[in-house]
């Protein structure tokens, strides 16, 4: 089964809230990313969280990392019409090196203006 | 940098035709992924080479997928002969040993096998 699981499939919020989305995975890891895709168009990488760290910001994004749980959260404050997407975690198994991400099968967020 | 370069962008075949799918990794980029992304099955690893060397082909669906990477700066996907079920959206990925891990994927192209 696909090692990141995202929670919720799919949420709906009005612009200016806050939109939390979370992610399970089941090995021990290197990192946990965090990707966004725009409908018909390629991943983008947003923020990367290390196994040594609890949480990180970038901008209106907050990750947070429990690696006791195996669970991430991303958090993108004061929401934007522009920031309906899908929202994919991504793991990096520990000790792999340059080896694959491990996807999700994504969060579809919509922010109705 | 252009980012990672994909063609074509769109392509629609009949059933038993070869494609050929073409992407140029971020210049620098020593791994390159192939990925194929589907409504049911989400985003599926097909591939991917270190080096210019596949290293785990495992994700290749049947003997009609094949990938090529000849040089550092180009990788080729095909199928033949191609069938209804392989429509799809397939994307290529490049990263370095640098970055984490953090891979940058090309636009896609969207397959459509009539």
């Known amino acids: 089964s696909q090692q990141g699981e995202e929670d919720p499939q799919a949420l709906s919020i009005q612009e200016g809230e806050n939109a939390t989305m979370n992610c399970s995975y089941k090995?021990?890891?290197?990192?946990l990313q965090w990707y966004r895709q725009n409908s018909g168009r390629g991943l983008v990488h947003l923020i990367l969280?290390?196994?040594?760290?609890r949480e990180k910001h970038s901008g209106r994004l907050r990750v947070t990392l429990d690696t006791s749980k195996k669970s991430s959260s991303l958090l993108i404050t004061a929401s934007r019409a522009a920031d309906t997407a899908s929202y994919f975690c991504?793991?990096?198994?520990?000790?792999?090196?340059?080896?694959?991400?491990?996807f999700g099968k994504g969060t579809r967020l919509s922010v109705i203006a | 940098d252009a980012g990672v370069i994909q063609s074509p962008r769109h392509e629609v075949t009949e059933m038993g035709q070869e494609v050929t799918l073409r992407c140029k990794p971020i210049?620098?980029?020593?791994?390159l992924f192939w990925y194929r992304q589907t409504m049911m099955r989400g985003l599926e690893l097909l591939i991917y080479?270190?080096?210019?060397?596949?290293?785990?082909d495992s994700g290749m669906p049947e003997d009609r997928f094949s990938a090529k990477m000849p040089n550092a700066s180009f990788s080729t996907l095909k199928i033949q002969p191609s069938e209804p079920r392989d429509s799809a959206v397939y994307f290529c990925?490049?990263?370095?040993?640098?970055?984490?891990?953090?891979?940058?994927f090309g636009p896609g192209t969207r397959l459509t096998v009539l």
């Open positions: 991504a793991t990096a198994p520990r000790g792999s090196g340059n080896t694959p991400l491990v």
């Open positions: 990925a490049s990263t370095t040993q640098w970055s984490l891990g953090e891979q940058f």
């Open positions: 080479f270190n080096n210019n060397v596949p290293i785990d």
């Open positions: 210049s620098g980029h020593n791994s």
């Open positions: 090995t021990s890891i290197n990192n």
């Open positions: 969280i290390r196994s040594n760290e």
